[in-house]
Nanobody, 119 residues
Framework: EVHLVESGGGLVQPGGSLRLSCAGSGFTFNPYRMSWVRQAPGKGLEWVSTINGLDSGITYADSVKDRFTISRDNVKKTLYLQMNSLKPEDTGVYYC????????????WGQGTQVTVSS
């Protein structure tokens, strides 16, 4: 059974940093595209970043480019998101999602971890 478990969220002041982790289990981690998606209070889902499985190609939303870094450890089956220079508008629940091999959809999501950026 596939499981994705996020951790590392919390309360941080503007300009601060956090590192999120997403531990995967129940599937072979490395072939799959993995993404971070967030949801601000009262708003819809917003894609943040993706890292491919086979070639580890990376993409970022413009809103986080040059501040966030996505990475993965295929041996530990863990996805990471290093978030620097955090802003209040980065506040939200952050989810990791597992992509399907063929297509752009996601078939499994974690439960989310709360990130609050406030002074």
């Amino acid at each position: 059974e596939v499981h994705l478990v996020e951790s590392g969220g919390g309360l941080v002041q503007p300009g601060g940093s956090l590192r999120l982790s997403c531990a995967g289990s129940g599937f072979t981690f490395n072939p799959y595209r993995m993404s971070w998606v967030r949801q601000a209070p009262g708003k819809g889902l917003e894609w943040v970043s993706t890292i491919n499985g086979l070639d580890s190609g990376i993409t970022y939303a413009d809103s986080v480019k040059d501040r966030f870094t996505i990475s993965r450890d295929n041996v530990k089956k863990t996805l990471y998101l290093q978030m620097n220079s955090l802003k209040p508008e980065d506040t939200g629940v952050y989810y990791c999602a597992k992509g399907v091999l063929a297509g752009t959809e996601y078939d499994f999501w974690g439960q989310g971890t709360q990130v609050t950026v406030s002074s």
